[in-house]
């Protein structure tokens, strides 16, 4: 027996297959099964992965609980260089391909601003912290970046869905970085988290709000990101960067509404409308680019894809926030009314 | 240890996304219900690798799941873990009560929509949580859930009608 309404509304809560591909890394110690593209350094990567292989039987054997445990572990804790240097290391050697490194980079360097936030929240968001974990990001998204740069012209389709979604999650994460620092009664967290948020989001050239016009929407990098793709004349290339810009977008929205239906019982009734009406908005979006792609305009079909995928990357990660701080952290973000539409655009 | 290996992975590839949706219905926190997740399998292969005896994989994963689940609730939530105690502490009161009129709530229930549905179940109890989502999400039986929670089939009826109920009156108040 099954209540079929529940049930299907359930399963959309999911793992992602990158999330996938990282515990089967973690469980088993080889890449994920999917990425069947070789590596041109094969005989260095299968060595280094054999070492890696053994590093990981010990991470079994003995380790995996303080690793796993490590998994949440902020700045001044115990746990946190065993989450930097082992688990973040180990996740980056298994990374074998440049748009899957670049994504891991990607990932630690909105990790970082995702610590900041925890730190914000308790009030000791202190200058020692936060110049280690600006320094981090810093580095990551570097390294994020260089590597995006350097598939642009192979895989644009990659090189756009990254920048997106990481731009796109700073945009989100920075607001709310600044969000909890502002309500902070701790004047050193109140400095370092406005002084964080700042380098966050001139790093993506966003303002930190999610607006319902459709350029505001974006961040400037991914704007420009995408421009650069667009003014490529290859239609077919083109073409299949928008199917996987739709698959990335279609699985991140996903991703955003089951943190919607997690966050349903903190929020009004008035921001529950709003956000539904951003999702539909979305929909839209998603609507307009497969009818595009139909028809053949992959250009048009890619614009409406990457800006879903900004939008649901926006989303989700203001909705994570507000289930983990339960604060009023949706608010001062969320700008739906029309004089405020032209803010952020370029 | 080669053919132990692809078992364990074929089990991985078919429960990972049941019960990470199982801790994260539990836990209302995506990246904890992600790390308790990979956690649980961790637990099950070590013990499998050192010979351990597992009878049945799926309700063994759970049983690891809500341990972990439950240290959770008692690291975090202190309350929480108070009115957990108090649920099951609530199970003679629950055993009187007639397991008969599920089908009726069942029905009651997939006329709501989904989303509203399942919001709701999320407001409920752990105790209800866990039950009702093991019955009508993952599809388990009362005698397969007790199997997981270390109780009666019948007590495990009890509280699923019970906690039907509930739902109901949150969908419908």
Same mark, same amino acid.
């Given at each position: 027996?099954?209540?079929?309404? @529940?049930?299907?509304?359930?399963?959309? !809560?999911?793992?992602?297959?990158?999330?996938?591909?990282?515990?089967?890394?973690?469980l088993f110690g080889a890449a994920s099964p999917v990425q069947t593209a070789p590596?041109?350094? #094969?005989?260095?990567?299968?060595? #280094?992965?054999?070492?890696?292989?053994?590093f990981l039987v010990f991470v079994l054997a003995g380790a995996g609980t303080v690793s796993a445990a490590a998994g949440g572990a902020l700045p001044g804790d115990l746990l946190y260089p065993v989450?930097?240097?082992?688990?973040?290391?180990?996740? !980056?050697?298994?990374?074998?391909?440049?748009?899957?490194?670049?994504?891991?980079?990607?990932? @630690?360097?909105?990790?970082?601003?995702?610590?900041a936030q925890a730190l914000a929240a308790q009030g000791r968001l202190d200058t020692a912290a936060t110049a280690k974990l600006s320094d981090? #990001?810093?580095?990551?998204?570097?390294?994020?970046?260089?590597?995006?740069?350097?598939?642009a012209e192979s895989d644009p389709g990659s090189a756009v869905e990254i920048t997106t979604e990481l731009d796109s999650a700073l945009a989100a994460n920075g607001a709310v970085l600044r969000s909890l620092g502002d309500k902070s009664t701790d004047k050193e967290t109140k400095n370092n988290s406005g002084r964080f948020a700042v380098r966050v989001l001139a790093h993506v050239g966003a303002t930190g709000r999610i607006t319902a016009a459709q350029e505001a929407s974006m961040p400037k990098a991914v704007a420009v990101q995408m421009m650069t793709v667009l003014s490529s004349d290859d239609r077919s290339e083109n073409g299949n960067g928008a199917s996987t810009i739709e698959a990335k977008a279609a699985q991140v929205l996903a991703g955003a509404r089951?943190? #919607?239906?997690?966050?349903?019982? =903190?929020?009004?009734?008035?921001? =529950?409308?709003?956000?539904?009406?951003?999702?539909?908005?979305?929909?839209?979006?998603?609507?307009?680019?497969?009818?595009?792609?139909?028809?053949?305009?992959?250009?048009?079909?890619?614009?409406s894809f990457t800006e879903a995928l900004s939008k649901s990357a926006q989303?989700?990660?203001?909705?994570?926030?507000?289930?983990?701080?339960?604060?009023?952290i949706l608010k001062p973000l969320l700008q739906f009314d029309d004089h405020t539409s032209n803010e952020g655009s370029d | 240890m080669r053919d132990l290996q692809q078992d364990f992975e074929r089990a991985f590839e078919a429960y990972n996304d049941e019960l990470f949706r199982h801790a994260a219905m539990r836990l209302k926190d995506r990246d904890r219900a992600i790390e308790l997740t990979q956690e649980c399998f961790m637990k099950v292969w070590e013990y499998a690798q050192k010979?351990?005896?597992?009878?049945? +994989?799926?309700?063994? +994963?759970?049983?690891? +799941?809500?341990?972990l689940i439950i240290d959770e609730y008692r690291r975090k939530k202190p309350v929480s873990l108070e009115a957990m105690a108090e649920e099951f502490e609530d199970k003679n009161v629950e055993a009187l009560l007639p397991p008969d009129q599920s089908n009726t709530l069942e029905r009651a229930i997939e006329r709501f929509d989904g989303v509203a549905a399942l919001a709701a179940l999320q407001k409920l109890p752990d105790a209800y949580r866990e039950a009702l989502s093991l019955r009508y999400i993952e599809g388990l039986s009362p005698q397969e859930i007790g199997k997981i929670v270390g109780e009666s089939e019948n007590a495990v009826s009890v509280r699923i009608h019970r906690g039907l109920k509930k739902l109901k009156e949150l969908l419908q108040p």
């Open positions: 027996m099954t209540l079929h309404n @529940l049930k299907h509304e359930a399963e959309k !809560i999911r793992l992602t297959s990158a999330e996938k591909s990282a515990m089967r890394a973690a590596s041109p350094y #094969f005989f260095f990567s299968y060595q #280094f992965r054999m070492v890696m292989a053994g989450k930097i240097n082992v688990n973040e290391s180990v996740k !980056i050697a298994l990374a074998s391909t440049p748009a899957s490194r670049a994504q891991v980079h990607a990932e @630690l360097a909105d990790a970082r601003v995702e610590e981090n #990001f810093d580095e990551h998204a570097k390294h994020a970046q260089d590597l995006v740069q350097s598939i089951a943190q #919607f239906m997690q966050a349903s019982s =903190t929020l009004d009734a008035t921001t =529950t409308a709003q956000l539904s009406a951003q999702f539909g908005a979305i929909d839209m979006l998603m609507a307009q680019g497969s009818v595009s792609l139909g028809a053949g305009d992959s250009k048009a079909a890619m614009r989303l989700r990660a203001v909705l994570k926030a507000q289930i983990k701080y339960d604060g009023d | 010979g351990g005896e597992i009878r049945e +994989l799926r309700p063994f +994963l759970y049983r690891t +799941l809500r341990h």
